[in-house]
Structure formats: structure tokens, C-alpha cells
């Protein structure tokens, strides 16, 4: 019953992977043709690549030649794809260009004011607002210490960058009675921030679900109260 679902996913971990593949499978169930799949490990400038492998018009070695692909992407990713491929479901590339986070890291947002109009196509739309306190923001800032000062600002400002963006990207594909399942490292959704934070910005009206995963080194798993708050 929801509009979109953030599954905040630990990059390394083999099981989140499999939770992911079979939880697409359960959705579709449900859902049918009304699921659409969106990930950040593609970026805006690779969906043509992505939807020609997807329509049948690269093959899976032209795919792969074609496209810079994360190293995890044939364990962890390639069976996500490829399940939408097999049932002719939409894959967004939903992140920001990563150059396009470097610059703003080095040099702040307003690095962007220099890029040309077709460049602009794979970034959310600018002016961007960071709330600097928003969920995660602050950790990270206190991370980089305290005496980081505006380098502290720009890395954030990069951050939000990419959450605005893959927020964006969701929206833009948004129709009413599709779920949009979409596949994200734990802190861009994590404690409601990030991707989520976006969305709830700039729809307010929208249901979201918000996946996150927690790990325990005992074999059965124990959880802390504020673990599920």
C-alpha cells in the first residue's frame, strides 16, 4: 500500500542482497506491471545503457563494457536487474553523476552554477535547501571533527546532493497505485533522513516505507528498544 520503499542496505553484506531480490519477487507478486525498481549503485547518465540492456537492445557483454558498474554489481546487483529484465519492469538510475558530488565536496553547491543546461539533466533541480540538521547531517558532520568547519559543510552539502537527487529520480516516475522499491545504502534512508527526508520535502503527501537493516554478531539476533524505535 505504499508509494515508494527505501531499502537501506548494507553494500557488503550477501544476505540484505537476498532479502532484496526475494522481497522484488514478493512485491511483484502483489503489484505486477504497477512495481518499478530503482537503485543508487546507476547514476542518471547511465540509464540509456541500463534500459537498452533491459529492452534487449545491448546485450549483457555490451552492457557490462558500456557501463562502470559497482565491483559487487554480478552477486548482488545483476540478479535485481535481470529480474526486471525478465518481467519488463522500469530500473531507474536514480543517482547523481558522481563527478557532480566531487565538484560540490571540493567547492560547495555553488560549484553547479557553472554547469551547462545538459549537464543540469543529472542532478535534482537547483536551488537545492540542505537542512544541515536533517537526520544523519549532523553525525556527519561531527565525524569530520570539529574544527572542519565549511569542508565539513560541502561534504554534507555532497551528500544531500546525491539524496535530492535519487529523491527526485523517484518522483519522477511517481504514478498513483505503482510502488516504487528502490535500493540504497543504509544511510541514505536511515532514522527517516536522506532519500526519505527529500521525498517528504517535496511530497508531502506521499507513503513511504523505510527498510533498515541492523546487525548483531550473536546468532540470534537481539535488539535494543531504541533499535525499532
Given at each position: 500500500?505504499?508509494?515508494?520503499?527505501?531499502?537501506?542496505?548494507?553494500?557488503?553484506n550477501?544476505?540484505?542482497?537476498?532479502?532484496?531480490?526475494?522481497?522484488?519477487?514478493?512485491?511483484?507478486?502483489?503489484?505486477?506491471?504497477?512495481?518499478?525498481?530503482?537503485?543508487?549503485?546507476?547514476?542518471?547518465?547511465?540509464?540509456?545503457?541500463?534500459?537498452?540492456?533491459?529492452?534487449?537492445?545491448?546485450?549483457?557483454?555490451?552492457?557490462?563494457?558500456?557501463?562502470?558498474?559497482?565491483?559487487?554489481?554480478?552477486?548482488?546487483?545483476?540478479?535485481?536487474?535481470?529480474?526486471?529484465?525478465?518481467?519488463?519492469?522500469?530500473?531507474?538510475?536514480?543517482?547523481?553523476?558522481?563527478?557532480?558530488?566531487?565538484y560540490?565536496?571540493?567547492?560547495?553547491?555553488?560549484?553547479?552554477?557553472?554547469?551547462?543546461?545538459?549537464?543540469?539533466?543529472?542532478?535534482?533541480?537547483?536551488?537545492?535547501?540542505?537542512?544541515?540538521?536533517?537526520?544523519?547531517?549532523?553525525?556527519?558532520?561531527?565525524?569530520?571533527?570539529?574544527?572542519?568547519?565549511?569542508?565539513?559543510?560541502?561534504?554534507?552539502?555532497?551528500?544531500?546532493?546525491?539524496?535530492?537527487?535519487?529523491?527526485?529520480?523517484?518522483?519522477?516516475?511517481y504514478?498513483?497505485?505503482?510502488?516504487?522499491?528502490?535500493?540504497?545504502?543504509?544511510?541514505?534512508?536511515?532514522?527517516?533522513?536522506?532519500?526519505?527526508?527529500?521525498?517528504n520535502?517535496?511530497q508531502?503527501?506521499?507513503?513511504?516505507?523505510?527498510?533498515?537493516?541492523?546487525?548483531?554478531?550473536?546468532?540470534?539476533?537481539?535488539?535494543?528498544?531504541?533499535?525499532?524505535?
Amino acid at each position: 500500500q505504499y508509494d515508494s520503499v527505501l531499502f537501506g542496505e548494507h553494500h557488503n553484506n550477501a544476505v540484505n542482497h537476498w532479502l532484496q531480490l526475494r522481497l522484488t519477487k514478493a512485491l511483484y507478486e502483489k503489484k505486477k506491471e504497477q512495481l518499478v525498481l530503482g537503485a543508487e549503485m546507476f547514476e542518471r547518465h547511465q540509464q540509456e545503457s541500463l534500459t537498452n540492456y533491459l529492452n534487449g537492445n545491448l546485450n549483457e557483454k555490451e552492457f557490462k563494457q558500456n557501463t562502470k558498474l559497482w565491483s559487487n554489481y554480478s552477486t548482488d546487483y545483476e540478479p535485481l536487474v535481470n529480474f526486471a529484465k525478465e518481467h519488463h519492469l522500469p530500473f531507474i538510475a536514480t543517482n547523481v553523476t558522481r563527478k557532480y558530488a566531487s565538484y560540490v565536496a571540493k567547492n560547495g553547491l555553488s560549484s553547479l552554477d557553472t554547469i551547462s543546461d545538459q549537464e543540469k539533466k543529472y542532478i535534482a533541480q537547483l536551488p537545492i535547501f540542505i537542512d544541515y540538521k536533517a537526520p544523519g547531517y549532523p553525525e556527519m558532520i561531527e565525524m569530520m571533527g570539529a574544527h572542519s568547519g565549511e569542508r565539513a559543510k560541502q561534504f554534507v552539502a555532497a551528500q544531500a546532493l546525491k539524496d535530492a537527487t535519487m529523491a527526485e529520480s523517484i518522483l519522477n516516475q511517481y504514478k498513483t497505485g505503482y510502488l516504487f522499491l528502490h535500493f540504497n545504502g543504509d544511510y541514505h534512508s536511515k532514522n527517516y533522513g536522506g532519500i526519505y527526508w527529500y521525498l517528504n520535502y517535496f511530497q508531502p503527501n506521499l507513503k513511504i516505507a523505510v527498510i533498515e537493516v541492523v546487525e548483531s554478531n550473536h546468532e540470534h539476533l537481539q535488539l535494543d528498544k531504541k533499535d525499532l524505535e
